[in-house]
């Protein structure tokens, strides 16, 4: 009896599934490809210390940094409203990315800048590698708040943290590095 429904068993799970490898109808997939941006960074010399990929995703922009070369400790972060990094200053870099009228600073009940991010922080070589969300930027060009407007964005770090609430730049000093922000879209 049980070798009987052993081989009945078989039987039927052979038959069945020879239509389990039937070919199937293809469905079409249209998923939008995610928008992406980089930046080489440079110091106040010139000279390239880090790199930097974003890549546009549902809950904002996700921002990959790794630099070299940057004093021990925290230091400000922001996206600036210019694509220039002339040296030694960065001046060309302009203010924060603000295109809402916003006071500075995460803390800032007026606030932030669209262009402020969370302070990043050096280990004892000098080395920085972190990942941030920015979520009310785009890299979509034509939107108010795109990085992508007449004179591009760039990404700037500062040689102190952001205290996240003193406006324009959050006490954070000197701008010690840059990079033009560039789409790859």
């Known amino acids: 009896m049980w070798k009987k429904l052993l081989i009945f068993s078989s039987l039927m799970l052979l038959l ?7 070919e ?32 546009e995703g549902t809950d904002g ?4 940094l790794g630099l070299t070369e940057i004093p021990e400790g925290e230091h400000g972060i922001h996206i600036h409203e210019v694509g220039k990094c002339e040296k030694p200053s960065f001046e060309s870099a302009g203010a924060h ?24 922080t050096a280990e004892q070589d000098g080395t920085v590698q972190v990942e941030l969300v920015a979520k009310n930027i785009t890299l979509e060009k034509g939107m108010e708040n795109s990085l992508f407007d007449a004179d591009g964005s760039a990404i700037v770090i500062h040689e ?16 010690i590095a840059c990079g033009v922000i560039t789409s790859e879209n």
């Open 97 to 120: 990315f603000n295109p809402l009228g916003k006071h500075h600073g995460i803390n800032n009940p007026k606030g932030p800048h669209l262009g402020d991010l969370p302070n990043i």
């Open 24 to 55: 199937q109808e293809k469905i079409t997939v249209a998923a939008p490809e995610a928008l992406k941006a980089d930046a080489k960074i440079i110091n106040t010399e010139g000279k390239e210390i880090g790199h930097m990929e974003m890549t």
């Open 61 to 64: 922009v996700l921002i990959s």
């Open 16 to 22: 069945s599934g020879c239509n389990l490898f039937a």
């Open 160 to 175: 102190k943290a952001d205290d996240y609430v003193t406006d324009p730049a959050g006490n954070s000093g000197a701008r």
